[in-house]
Nanobody
Framework: QVQLVESGGGLVQPGGSLRLSCAAS????????MAWYRQAPGKERELVAT???????NYAGSVRGRFSISRDNTKNTVYLQMNSLKSEDTAVYYC??????????????WGQGTQVSVSS
């Protein structure tokens, strides 16, 4: 089992910045990815960014160039640096850890979510 604890959400004005953190604990998988998703009111959960255990990032088009995902494997922690925030970035942000078994089967674990609100 893997437990995830997110932090860093809050209220910020448009154009501002926030940094989210997600710390993983428990039995880690050797091959894994970590990701951030978000869900706005009335909308489906969507992928924001992923990072492999070797540090390779990928971004949704709506955040590319504004958000940056990174990880510290010594701390089992993933970060999401969010700059130039817009009102449409308002959502609950969730951290996801995907560990792959020796057979390549994915095992997904989710954090509890942290609220990000962008408003003047």
């Amino acid at each position: 089992q893997v437990q995830l604890v997110e932090s860093g959400g809050g209220l910020v004005q448009p154009g501002g910045s926030l940094r989210l953190s997600c710390a993983a604990s428990g039995t880690m998988f050797g091959i894994n990815t970590m990701a951030w998703y978000r869900q706005a009111p009335g909308k489906e959960r969507e992928l924001v960014a992923t990072v492999s255990n070797t540090g390779i990032p990928n971004y949704a088009g709506s955040v590319r160039g504004r958000f940056s995902i990174s990880r510290d494997n010594t701390k089992n922690t993933v970060y999401l640096q969010m700059n130039s925030l817009k009102s449409e970035d308002t959502a609950v942000y969730y951290c996801k850890y995907t560990g792959y078994s020796s057979f390549g089967e994915p095992n997904d674990y989710w954090g509890q979510g942290t609220q990000v609100s962008v408003s003047s």
